[in-house]
Each structure stands twice: as C-alpha cells, then as structure tokens.
C-alpha cells in the first residue's frame, strides 16, 4: 500500500485521528491570546483531564509554594496558555497510548522521549526565542505523531531500518530511508497529517528539520531549538550513546545557549524534574513498563572522560 492510499482511507486514517477535544485545544493554541473562559470549558467536559492538570500544576514540575485547587487560580500563576499546554500534552498521552499500545508494542520509551524533547524545546527556546517557546513546546510534542500514526495504521510502510519497538529513535540513514520511501522525511509528513486531521492552525516549518544537527548554524531560533531538544533527548536517554558524544553535544548545547557547564547543569536539573513529574502523574513513571534507557548526566561524562 503506497503512502497515498493509506492517506486517503478513511479507516486507515480514523485509527490515530483525535477527539473534538484535541481540535479545540489546537484552535485554542493557534491563537495569539487563548481564551481562559473557552479553554476552561473545553477542560471542565473531561473532569479526569481536569484532575490530571490540576495534579501537575501542583507536583515538582513547577514547584510551586502552595497548593493551587481551581484553574483561575492556575491561570493567574502560570498563564492561560501554559494551562492550555498541559491540557494537549496530557489530551495526546492518552490517545497515543490508548491507540497505540499493543502485545509487541509499548509506547512508554518512545512517550519518555517526546516528553524529555517537549519540555527541554520550551526551556530552549525561553532562552533564544521566548515568544515562541510554547509554540515549539507544541510543536515538538507533535513532531513524530506521523511514525505513531505508522506504528498504528500501517506498521509495514515504515522503512525497515526504524525499529518497531522504539520508532521515534534517530540513525543515520534515516532521512535517505523516508525520502525514498515516503517521497519526505517523517517531520513533513507528522505536518500532513496535521493538516488531514484539521489540526494545522498551528503551522510548525521547523518540523522537517528537527533532525539536522549539522545545519544547526544555519537554522532560525525556533528551528535551533526544536533540533537541539530531539538531539538532547536522544543524548539523555539513549542506551548507546558514548561519553564522547555526549560531552560533544553537551559543547554544542553550551554554544549553541550560550551557556558554561555549571548553568547548563542547573538548566538540565529543571528539565529533569519536569520531566519525572510528568511521567509520575500521567500514570507512566519508571516502575511501570521495563525502561530500555539510562540517563547520563553531562557532567558524569566529562569526569569519565578526564
């Protein structure tokens, strides 16, 4: 079956398609102010998204010093729009994982992969592109929906090479691979899908180059910041990278934020703890499904190095 017939059947195409609630969270997104009064009712229909919410905003992942019990109050503190992009991330985890998890399939490492990228895309690009970090937050947690969707719909269309237990992990061909099999690489093709699914109000270019490392100099900010986060959770969670790619990452980070060793640490800190609090309240943390990754802190490889 050729990409353009999985595209245009309709029951290829409903296995991973959204609920309402998810096309108007994204409509809320694209706009420049989100509306509290709408998000706050889209929320209230699904009172577990609710509770999910509210449970994150009060863990670690922002730290707060009290107890917050009502959105409006949420709202006051961290903003309608960090709000509305819980309620996508949390909306997303549970489609995925009710659609995708199967027998010979867990979508558990590929999830703590999107999630480590996410969070690490907003932190970056808070610090070289600030208005647009919750736009390449979104735009990162979506970036490889078209391999979930593959995975899903029509598992023997992926290139043989992507492994079919870890589907968003990177190799080095790969790019060459989709192009020659999908005619585009995975990032044009998760923005495709966007648009078939009616959830392209908010437009994200750089998702067709999230893996170009090399090209990195030559990238606009939100671009840099989408490929440094996928290469950054690649580096923190991988099982087979070496010391030596890290610490060379971790130079790169540095240059690329403009960052020494000791923020860039402290920068990694945070990204941690949001981290592990959202894989905790969204039903996922480490003791659950068996873990295939090791996190390597930069400055252990720097001492294994020395």
């Not at 809320?28 to 609710?50: N, Y």
């Not at 959105?71 to 509305?84: S, W």
């Not at 990032?187 to 170009?212: D, V």
């Not at 020494?260 to 941690?272: A, K, S």
Request: aromatic residues 8%; charged residues 20%; hydrophobic residues 40%.
């Amino acid at each position: 079956m050729s990409l353009d017939e999985i595209l245009e059947s309709p029951r290829l195409m409903m296995k991973l398609s959204f609920p309402p609630v998810m096309l108007q969270l994204m409509e809320e997104a694209s706009k420049s102010e989100p509306d509290f009064a709408v998000l706050g009712k889209i929320i209230s229909m699904d009172p577990a998204l609710s509770t999910t919410i509210l449970n994150l905003v009060n863990s670690p992942f922002y730290g707060l010093s009290q107890e917050i019990s009502d959105f409006k109050r949420a709202a006051v503190v961290l903003g309608t729009r960090e709000l509305l992009n819980l309620a996508v991330t949390v909306t997303y985890q549970k489609h995925i994982c009710a659609n995708l998890n199967t027998d010979d399939y867990k979508v558990f490492n590929d999830w703590m992969l999107t999630v480590w990228g996410a969070i690490s895309a907003q932190l970056i690009a808070s610090r070289i592109c600030p208005e647009q970090a919750d736009k390449v937050y979104l735009c990162c947690l979506l970036k490889d929906i078209s391999l979930f969707f593959l995975r899903c719909a029509a598992p023997e269309e992926l290139p043989e090479n992507i492994s079919k237990k870890l589907i968003t992990g990177s190799y080095h061909s790969q790019s060459e691979d989709e192009n020659s099999t999908w005619g585009m690489n995975h990032g044009a093709l998760s923005q495709l899908l966007l648009t078939r699914w009616k959830m392209n109000t908010i437009e994200c270019p750089s998702l067709q180059h999230h893996h170009e490392l090399e090209d990195i100099d030559s990238a606009d900010a939100p671009t840099k910041a989408l490929i440094l986060a996928t290469k950054w959770a690649e580096m923190e969670l991988g099982n087979k990278k070496s010391p030596f790619n890290v610490l060379q990452f971790e130079v790169q980070l540095q240059r690329a934020l403009d960052m020494d060793e000791d923020v860039i640490e402290q920068f990694r800190e945070v990204c941690r703890t949001k981290f592990q609090s959202m894989l905790n309240i969204l039903g996922m943390s480490e003791g659950k499904p068996t873990l295939i990754f090791t996190i390597i802190p930069f400055a252990a490889c720097n001492r294994a190095i020395s």
